[in-house]
């Protein structure tokens, strides 16, 4: 008895690591699909940038970000071939031990037959039950000859379901070896578009460097925008600091003067009490309850933050990044994004609308979320106006294009007047 509850068990061990490894399994699969069409995307804005044939650093990052995908696939087609083979070994493991199984239920069953053969005649079977010494004995010789019948029968069908379930497990075998076959497959026409994708970039990378004087004098234009840009965030952001500073000033003003207005029966008795325990450091920014939920909302979303527009390639990251092989040193505040001209730029946190203003000739917009704030530069049209609330994912205005045609917005995130890299709060794509 304790042996069939052990095998039980077991099965039950061995299922469940099975269907752990199976939805894992699942789980990568879907992975390295969301990073191929992610690779398809950026060949898709590859494409539409190398119209110009000119060589750039939009074209360099989308090439870069691609072999950085392409290396992701095969990463995951590696974890994907060792849970394969974990699969395997558990699968050939569960195969030798039904094998055993099925070899000791075969040689009881053997030893049962040639009993049975030895005493095969129904006289010996009788001769059994009568030669009881009572009644009760006799009827305990039958009961015995009911189990020993009941127990060949029990023999019978545990060889059938052993060797099913034997004949499932090769199954299963077969079938994972013919899935290992076609990962590695997978995994091989990826290595060799890696190969490509380098000599792509090599050959790319000698175009720029022929560029480079050139691309210096596009990067110093830029540059200058962004300077802009940044001040003008700036100045906002201590705009609403001093405001918001203002503001709590006058409240405590008119909060003594009301106090000292009153009758001294009616003021409260001054008493000694615990001060407020708090977990939150104040922030002048979040000088009511309502604001103070905004801002914590939007660190409650870090990295969940939907993306400011629906079609996004980064081709210029955030911070100070030098390309390699070349005296090109780019220092970004926010986002440089690729999109659709004219699509729609959205929210991508409920706000207030701090300002809307002009940067070297495109329209902008600040957006205060408490003591966080976020800028969208390169607007071909807004539909918001300052002071106005807004959700998430509502629309403020349409992208316009760049120098080359191409749909793009800066997106700039501050906690106050500090600059954060905005791809640590936006949704991994």
């Known amino acids: 008895m304790k042996s069939i509850k052990s095998i039980i068990l077991f099965s039950i061990c061995i299922s469940s690591a099975l269907f752990s490894i199976s939805q894992t399994r699942e789980e990568l699969e879907k992975r390295r699909k969301e990073i191929q069409q ?16 000119k060589a750039g650093l939009s074209q360099l990052k989308l090439i870069e970000r691609k072999l950085r995908s392409r290396y992701a696939v095969i990463e995951n087609l590696n974890d994907e071939v060792k849970m394969i083979d974990n699969t395997i070994f558990n699968d050939n493991r569960e195969i030798y031990r039904l094998q055993r199984e099925l070899d000791t239920l075969k040689k009881q ?4 037959i040639e009993y049975a053969y030895k005493n095969r005649s129904s006289y010996d079977m009788m001769n059994f039950i009568f030669s009881a010494t009572s009644f009760n004995d006799a009827v305990r010789r039958v009961s015995y000859l009911k189990t020993y019948r009941q127990y060949r029968d029990e023999q019978v069908g545990n060889i059938n379901r052993t060797q099913k379930e034997l004949s499932v497990k090769i199954n299963t075998l077969t079938q994972d070896k013919k ?6 497959l997978e995994q091989n026409k990826q290595k060799e578009l890696l190969e490509s994708e380098k000599k792509e970039k090599n050959q790319f990378f000698t175009k720029l460097k022929s560029r480079e004087k050139e691309i210096e004098k596009e990067m110093a234009a830029k540059r200058k925008i962004e300077r802009s ?7 906002i952001v201590k705009r609403e600091i001093e405001a918001a500073r203002k503001k709590a000033e006058e409240d405590e003003k008119k909060a003594a003067a009301a106090l000292a207005s009153k009758p001294a029966e009616l003021k409260p008795a001054t008493t000694l009490s615990a001060a407020p325990v708090t977990t939150r450091k104040v922030n002048v920014l979040e000088n009511t309850p309502e604001v103070t939920k905004v801002s914590v909302g939007f660190e409650n979303n870090r990295g969940n933050l939907p993306w400011p527009v629906d079609k996004a390639t980064v081709t210029a990251g955030f911070g100070r990044q030098k390309i390699e092989g070349t005296s090109i040193i780019e220092d970004n505040i926010g986002l440089t994004i690729q999109t659709v001209a004219g699509s ?4 991508v946190f409920d706000g ?18 408490g003591k966080y704030f976020t800028t ?9 106006s300052k002071g106005a609330s807004v959700k998430m994912g509502q629309s403020i205005g349409k992208a316009a294009q760049n120098d080359d045609g191409d749909g793009e917005i ?17 949704k991994n794509r």
């Open 38 to 53: 992610e690779i398809q995307d950026l060949q898709r804005a590859q494409s539409e940038i190398s119209k110009d044939k």
């Open 109 to 112: 069953y053997a030893r049962t």
């Open 179 to 184: 899935e290992k076959g076609q990962v590695l």
């Open 229 to 235: 840009l940044q001040t003008s965030i700036a100045a």
């Open 344 to 347: 729609n730029v959205k929210a």
């Open 352 to 369: 207030t609308v701090a300002t809307v203003y002009d940067v070297a000739g495109s329209q902008t917009i600040t957006i205060k979320h």
């Open 376 to 384: 969208y530069y390169n607007l071909s049209s807004v539909n918001v």
């Open 410 to 426: 800066i997106f700039v995130v501050n906690v106050e007047s500090k600059f954060v890299d905005p791809e640590d709060w936006l």
